[in-house]
Structure formats: C-alpha cells, structure tokens
C-alpha cells in the first residue's frame, strides 16, 4: 500500500506543515506501519484515498495530528543537561528578577516538552531554590505538536527511566511511587500549563504571549537551514527584551541567525535577545 513514492509526497507534506525534515533511511519503516494500519483501520482503498482525507477532508486537524504523534520522538528524562536549570535558577532568573517590575511574572516556554520532565524539572529546581517562587510569580507554560505527550504531560506520571537522576531526598518529597511508576504530588499537578502547539503555526504562537526565557533543546536538530531560521526568528519575536533562549548543548543559535547575543554562565552557553 505504501512505497518510496508515498514516503517523498507525505514527507513533503508533513515539512510544510510542520517544518520536520523526514530522512528515507530513518522514517520509512515508521511511516509505512503506521499508514498502512490507518488504511486498514478507516478502510480505505489506498494511500492516495488517505493523502485526500489528509490535505482536504482533515477539517479538525485529528489527522495531522495523528500522523504527527507518530513521527515525532520524545526521549527525555528529569534534569537533563542539569547545568542549564542551575544557570536558569541561579543565574538567568535573578537577572531578570532584578529588570522586570515586580508586578509581572516571570514567564518561561519549554518548546517542545514531550511528557513534562523539562519543564517540572524548573519547577523542582525553584521549590529547592525558594527564594524566587516566594518573591515574584512564575509561570512555565509547555507547547509540544504531539498530543498524546501533552496528555501525559498533564497527568503528571513517569517511568522509573524518567526520574532516575533526580536525588532520593527530592523523589521522595515531590513524588509518590506507585509499582514502577512515579507520581507527582497533588500541589505541583498544574503548575505548568501544556498546550498543543505547533511551532511553526504564528496565530498560536502569537497566543502564547512574550516570554523572558524560552528552553527549545534538541528541537532544532529535526530542521533544515531554512525552518531552523524561521523557528529561530519565532522565538525572537516572542522575547522580551533582554531574555534568553537555551538550546541543546550540540546546536548553536550562531550558525542559524545574528541576531541574537551569546554568553556565557560556566561553561553554559545561551543566547539573549
């Protein structure tokens, strides 16, 4: 039912959409499971039956969607590259702290969050921190294309994999075990706001608000030149003045775009508007 043919037309399809570049020798064999057991399961006659419904008749987005809940790959894992929310915490916040007037929050964008442990890793470094969480309001709002992640964002459970490089002392105090997996508890369910968003989709983004601090790591890695650009440009646009943006340690914002500042806090290199 699917071939190469179909991979380049659905390919294409999903760059336009969505900016993710799908390399044959990588996404062939995901694509093809997942297609040909949608064509099964809608009963249809072919892939070109399912690429109509996909372009023209998919007038809730259930499809896209669908299709982009299988492609996109979420490995992530509590206090990843820890040295960036140390920087955040002790560094980038108090900064800002310091600018900002004291009637407005400090507002941080985790894009994309996959199941959560990103941004609830910011909220675990400011409860250990305190000061700043007593002081000002902060809100963590985290955006990510596939659905089915944010859902388990907002249920707050994880794997043993998930938590594993959190500390005993603070797996006890901010998680319930239940069998192999792990809860939040009850006070931080909420405490980030999950969104379905798709980066390159400018009405939503535009809804989001501006930002003092936006973490995008290992995103831009799925991109070619140009919707890295694009991506980039985004996130400057939704910056305050004076923010930052935190990237994978293996992406440079420099070889994307100029336009915006490199410093660095030991040996932690982030980027300001």
Do not use: W
Request: net charge neutral; proline share 3%; aromatic share 14%.
């Amino acid at each position: 039912m699917f071939n190469e043919g179909n991979f380049s037309k659905i390919s294409e399809f999903i760059y336009r959409k969505s900016g993710i570049y799908l390399e044959l020798s990588k996404h062939y064999d995901k694509l093809y499971k997942f297609i040909n057991a949608k064509i099964v399961e809608m009963e249809l006659s072919d892939f070109r039956r399912y690429f109509y419904i996909l372009r023209f008749d998919d007038k809730d987005g259930s499809a896209f969607q669908e299709l982009m809940n299988a492609v996109t790959v979420n490995e992530t894992y509590f206090f990843r590259e820890h040295d960036q929310f140390e920087v955040l915490v002790n560094n980038v916040l108090p900064e800002l702290d310091k600018k900002r007037s004291s009637n407005e929050p400090l507002r941080i964008l985790s894009a994309p969050c996959s199941t959560g442990e990103e941004p609830y890793s910011m909220v675990l470094y400011l409860l250990e921190e305190a000061n700043l969480v007593e002081k000002r309001d902060i809100e963590i709002i985290g955006i990510d294309i596939d659905s089915n992640v944010i859902k388990k964002a907002q249920d707050g459970k994880f794997s043993e994999r998930s938590v594993h490089a959190i500390p005993p002392k603070q797996l006890q105090s901010y998680f319930k075990k239940a069998g192999f997996s792990y809860s939040l508890i009850p006070d931080l369910i909420g405490t980030v706001d999950f969104k379905v968003v798709n980066v390159f989709d400018r009405a939503d983004i535009r809804k989001l608000g501006k930002f003092d601090v936006i973490f995008s790591r290992n995103m831009l890695i799925y991109f070619d030149d140009a919707s890295k650009k694009e991506v980039a440009m985004n996130f400057y646009d939704m910056l305050k003045p004076g923010g930052y943006v935190f990237l994978g340690h293996a992406e440079y914002m420099s070889r994307i775009v100029s336009v915006f500042k490199a410093k660095k806090f030991n040996n932690c290199l982030i980027y300001q508007k």
